[in-house]
């Protein structure tokens, strides 16, 4: 709806992932580095994590669209709350080895035969398993087992693990000692930097089409970064509902107001939850000068710290004086509050949240009437 408008061609924030839009971030590159370390490896696991939104996916397709492997036969599973017995005949479908029904033995028989044809002809076996927090105890052990599939002491299959935070932690339990000890690479996908925001939707913008500067303003950039904290799809959804009321409202600029009445909005909505507070210097708004982005980013990444040389490890600990003895006061008297101040901020809220629902239907009104006229013509 807003293409034209703004001069896109295509959507440039949707939240499926698309590998045209990949953004070879500080923390992507990294990422890629790691995995493709791992992966010439040809044995063992290799850990990629991080939290929803953050570009697991889109990376994962970057590498498989882009990466050297075309000596590799790659299956790749999503799962959801998937017993051993369950996961074995996932990846058994995912290789077209057997319909469901067999037993665990006869699908452990399937794989391992197959997984030595392939090896026979040159080649070896990844496994990628998506969203492997969600896999039981049961089936992480299955992981385990097959990584144990061996000819003449060259491993069969190399498995890639992609899950959440929490994923991590498990691992570090006693239970999943032995698949971290063969864990051959692992790294985490942190959020973008305030620096790196802008850096990130410009590439977006340009990808879509868009062949000059803006729409958004340097104070647009940084209340994008704290409403989104810096996650990619976060970013998406705001910057797309940005365009959105910029297009029903005729705004050629997207500056820090319009991102503040659009994220009122969508909290109301409950679609956002509120930003963690962070420094920034909200008075600045003006159009964002990449050039500064791109710098800002590479100083960052130059910064290294020093120890002071009158630091001293050896150090003796400090000794901390003695507590003197508590005197007691006398009671204090409890004086309650004046309840009016509440329920005049109560009232204002509710009058907000009213004008708030009301500017929502003048657009979605607008936005029935611009579909009324394309119709018509």
């Known amino acids: 709806m807003y293409l034209e408008y703004y001069g896109f061609d295509r959507p440039p924030f949707q939240i499926t992932p698309d590998v045209n839009f990949f953004f070879d971030s500080s923390v992507h590159k990294r990422a890629l580095a790691t995995i493709t370390y791992g992966l010439s490896k040809l044995e063992g696991f290799v850990i990629v994590t991080g939290d929803v939104g953050a570009g697991k996916t889109t990376l ?13 036969v790659v299956a790749r599973i999503s799962t959801t709350q998937l017993e051993a017995e369950n996961l074995l005949e996932l990846i058994a479908s995912e290789l077209e080895l057997r319909k469901s029904g067999a037993t665990k033995a006869a699908y452990l028989r399937d794989l391992n035969s197959y997984f030595l ?58 239970a999943c000692e032995q698949i971290r000890q063969r864990v051959i690479a692992s790294y985490h996908l942190s959020s973008l930097t305030a620096a790196e925001v802008p850096v990130y939707i410009e590439h977006r913008l340009h990808q879509a089409g868009r062949s000059v500067a803006g729409p958004f303003t340097k104070g647009a950039y940084q209340r994008i970064h704290r409403e989104t904290g810096g996650v990619p799809r976060k970013i998406n959804r705001l910057c797309d509902r940005l365009l959105l009321y910029g297009f029903l ?103 907000e949240l009213d004008a708030h629902k009301a500017h929502i239907a003048r657009l979605q009104a607008r936005l029935e009437s611009e579909s009324g006229k394309r119709g018509a013509a």
Do not use: W
């Open 117 to 174: 044809r392939i090896a026979q002809a040159g080649k070896s076996v990844l496994l990628i398993v998506d969203e492997v927090q969600n896999l039981s105890a049961g089936a992480l052990e299955e992981l385990r087992m097959l990584s144990n599939f061996q000819n003449r002491e060259r491993p069969l299959v190399q498995q890639l693990l992609v899950g959440q935070p929490e994923f991590r932690a498990r691992l570090a339990s006693p």
């Open 249 to 351: 409202e005729e705004c050629p600029e997207i500056d820090g107001t319009v991102v503040d009445r659009v994220t009122a909005e969508m909290r109301a909505e409950n679609l956002i939850d509120s930003p963690a507070p962070i420094d920034t210097d909200d008075g600045i708004d003006e159009p964002l000068d990449l050039n500064d982005a791109h710098r800002i980013t590479d100083e960052n990444a130059a910064k290294q710290v020093t120890p002071r040389a009158d630091q001293n490890p050896q150090a003796a600990p400090e000794i901390v004086p003695e507590m003197p003895q508590a005197v007691p006061h006398p009671p204090m008297e409890v004086v309650m509050p004046n309840p009016k101040p509440l329920l005049d901020t109560m009232a204002r809220l509710r009058r």
């Open 60 to 72: 994962i397709e970057y590498l498989l669209s882009h990466g050297d492997l075309k000596n590799i």
